[in-house]
């Protein structure tokens, strides 16, 4: 007994003087790769199969370090931790499918828009529901935490005294699953990700569309501290122009055809005013 | 691909979920153990002056008082702005100063719990105090120890599943991968990872019994 127990809390404190020393000690040098931050349960734009990074942003963002001669490394995050973790410059490189929005944009800067959204509304495949009557008259309705859908319908639903009930969940395929029992009447979601849950056989419609333009692009920490904002800008041209991109989304979403690049640019975000980093010739006067 | 087969091909993903989930529990339980165990023999033995026991009394207030996502926020993003810890260490170390202020609490109640004149009479045989505790009171107290570590032991194992909220890709986040990647089979994937964690718990406790058993004293306290 003597001998077992102080035996066992010597090797104890042993191991975790080793796990300090070694756990601890991360400390990231200038010659490290870029850390870009995705949220890989967010198919086509990036999820993980087999131990493996794909999607849209991924291949993407491997094009585009390419060009930019960088290396990179990935890191997954739930995605209400993304925005918080590039603005503590935790990550480098935000990159998944992020909408632009004027919140966002006080937080974080945004690249020039790489993609352009509508939301829509989806409803379980033998509800009789239309657009309106399924974000309406008690409807529950599921959003991803933290989404800009979430946020759209606070602002125009929600706040304008409608009577609807939202329900936050962490990931769509979860809401999605979640209106197949019963629990929620509809999902608000962009329509790239409807359209994957119907070719994927899910039992649901779209009940209708919400054209609200939303731009989507990659974003970098508030005020570009590694002076990537530039370099980003010209690399998504430049994949546009090779037609790397249009492989790549053609490999994701077969059939559909790419916004232009780049997209609807607002006014609201300041990285979007002219002269638009790497591309002076771009942006709002 | 039939999400069988996606589960079997993926299953060596998911150990490695379990695996980073162990690692993450052992260095957790172990900071917890050490700093816990110390905070005990100062709480019970240490200088009585108010210096030394009211910041041991606030961390232990403290860290069983927050819930642990916003602690492991804490460590993450606060500690950040002083030294640059990644997020498996920032989820150690706060999940590991959190387990010692709860290992504190129970070594506190296991000393408590072995007779006062056992103490006095180790003294009186001539032991120093140091001497005492460590071969009078310590081996008792661990006996008593055990089954309340247990508890310990197995809400921890269900805690690790939080640290992918700073980015630890462990099972559940593993799990998480699959479910998206397949567009579903919620039910059947986190049956899979909730078997896992099952083994892992009973594996943890029978091991613990186990020792609890050898420690026993026959005809002792039973």
């Known amino acids: 007994m003597k001998g077992m127990t102080s035996s066992l809390l010597r090797s104890a404190s042993l191991a975790a003087v080793a796990l300090v020393g070694s756990g601890l000690a991360t400390t990231a040098s200038a010659q490290d790769p870029y850390t870009v931050g995705v949220e890989a349960s967010f198919p086509p734009w990036a999820y993980v199969e087999s131990g493996e990074f794909k999607g849209i942003a991924i291949d993407a963002m491997n094009a585009i370090a390419d060009e930019m001669g960088i290396e990179i490394e990935f890191q997954d995050m739930p995605f209400p931790s993304l925005i918080p973790a590039l603005a503590a410059e935790k990550i480098d490189i935000l990159a998944t499918g992020l909408t632009v929005t004027e919140e966002r944009s006080e937080a974080i800067d945004f690249t020039i828009p790489w993609w352009e959204t509508n939301d829509v509304v989806l409803v379980p495949e033998d509800s009789e529901a239309n657009v309106f009557t399924a974000v309406c008259c008690g409807a529950r309705i599921g959003v991803q935490g933290g989404s800009s859908q979430q946020a759209w319908m606070e602002e125009n639903v929600v706040n304008n005294d409608i009577d609807v009930e939202l329900a936050t969940y962490e990931s769509y395929v979860t809401a999605v699953d979640d209106m197949a029992i019963g629990r929620i009447s509809s999902v608000i979601v962009d329509d790239t990700s409807a359209q994957e849950y119907i070719n994927a056989g899910k039992p649901i419609r779209m009940a209708g569309k919400i054209y609200i333009r939303a731009p989507l692009a990659l974003a970098v920490s508030k005020g570009d501290p590694q002076d990537l904002l530039a370099s980003l800008n010209q690399g998504i041209t430049a994949i546009d122009e090779s037609g790397q991109w249009q492989e790549i989304i053609e490999q994701y979403i077969p059939g559909i055809t790419p916004p232009a690049i780049p997209g609807n640019m607002p006014d609201f975000v300041d990285t979007y005013n002219k002269p638009v980093a790497g591309l002076p010739e771009l942006g709002n006067e | ?222």
């Open chain 2, 1 to 222: 691909m039939d999400i069988y087969s996606v589960l079997i091909r993926d299953f060596p993903f998911l150990l490695k979920g379990l695996g980073v989930a162990v690692i993450l529990l052992v260095a957790l339980l172990i900071i917890g153990f050490v700093l816990g165990m110390a905070i005990c023999l100062v709480q019970l033995y240490g200088p009585r002056t108010r210096l030394v026991q009211w910041p041991l009394i606030m961390y232990e207030r403290v860290f069983r008082g927050v819930p642990i996502i916003i602690m492991l926020f804490i460590f993450y993003y606060g500690v950040s702005g002083i030294y640059d810890i990644s997020a498996f260490a920032a989820a150690i170390l706060a999940m590991g100063l959190r387990s010692a202020a709860y290992q504190s609490q129970i070594f506190r109640s296991a000393f408590k719990s072995v007779p006062a004149g056992q103490m006095m009479a180790a003294r009186a045989m001539g032991m120093s105090r140091l001497k005492a505790i460590r071969y009078i009171v310590f081996p008792q107290a661990a006996r008593h120890a055990i089954g309340p570590w247990t508890n310990e032991f197995s809400s921890e194992i269900k805690e690790t599943s939080l640290a992918y909220v700073i980015g630890v890709v462990e099972l559940t986040r593993q799990a998480h991968y699959i479910i998206t990647s397949t567009q579903g089979n919620v039910l059947l994937v986190f049956a899979v990872v909730a078997l896992l964690y099952f083994i892992l718990n009973r594996t943890g406790n029978s091991l613990l019994y186990a020792l609890e058993r050898k420690l026993a004293v026959p005809g002792f306290e039973k």
